[in-house]
Nanobody
């Protein structure tokens, strides 16, 4: 099992930046692909970005492409989501997720992931 704890959320102005962090514990972090999802009020949880277990492959949603970047630091058991050029529509609860896998492909669906953090609120004001 792996435990995930997010941090770094908060309030930002439109055009600003935030970096979310996801701390993992309880298992070998490098065995897991990592993903970030978000859920806005009244909407379904959606995929934001994912990174393979090796870090060689990443995938980001069209809505955040060019603005958000996912990365990982296996030495620190951390995954990150750098969010630039924030927009009010980025306001949501952001959660990190982990999937135990040896495949190179980045899991894109929430059902693919095995473990989830509690989430961190991101609010972007206009």
């Amino acid at each position: 099992q792996v435990q995930l704890v997010e941090s770094g959320g908060g309030l930002a102005q439109a055009g600003g930046s935030l970096r979310l962090a996801c701390a993992a514990s309880g298992s070998t972090f490098s065995n897991y692909a990592m993903g970030w999802f978000r859920q806005a009020p009244g909407k379904e949880r959606e995929f934001v970005a994912g990174i393979s277990w090796s870090g060689a492959n990443t995938n980001v949603a069209v809505s955040v492409k060019g603005r958000f970047t996912i990365s990982r630091d296996d030495a620190k058991n951390m995954a990150y989501l750098q969010m630039n050029s924030l927009k009010p529509e980025d306001t949501a609860v952001y959660s990190c997720a982990a999937k135990f896998t040896g495949r190179r492909a980045v899991p894109l669906n929430r059902a693919d992931y095995d473990y989830w953090g509690q989430g961190t609120q991101v609010t972007v004001s206009s």
